[in-house]
């Protein structure tokens, strides 16, 4: 399993990172209870992460895409779900 320094390395923020490694960092952040609450639109759902590391604090988002019109907004229901990285 890839370790955060691994997945880091070489990365320009804010970037866009793969499905695999947006899984194992979402292992590693914490979740912000208050994206859950917050929904930025109709057309997707939104989960921020965040985690401190070496005295910075990193923002991991996951974001799950769905198709034009879908009116029932679940997980199990997106088509994609993308992960950007960032650094505060």
Do not use: H, W
């Not at 880091?8 to 859950?36: A, N, R, T, V, W």
């Not at 923002?59 to 088509?79: H, K, N, P, Q, S």
């Amino acid at each position: 399993m890839k370790k955060f320094d691994e997945i880091l390395k070489d990365k320009k923020f804010p970037c866009k990172i793969s499905k695999e490694d947006g899984g194992i960092l979402k292992k590693q952040f914490e979740l912000d209870k208050k994206s859950l609450n917050n929904p930025k639109d109709k057309t997707d759902i939104e989960y921020i992460y965040y985690k401190e590391y070496n005295k910075r604090k990193y923002v991991l988002i996951e974001e799950y895409m769905f198709r034009d019109g879908e009116t029932v907004l679940e997980v199990e229901r997106a088509i994609d779900v993308n992960y950007f990285l960032n650094v505060l």
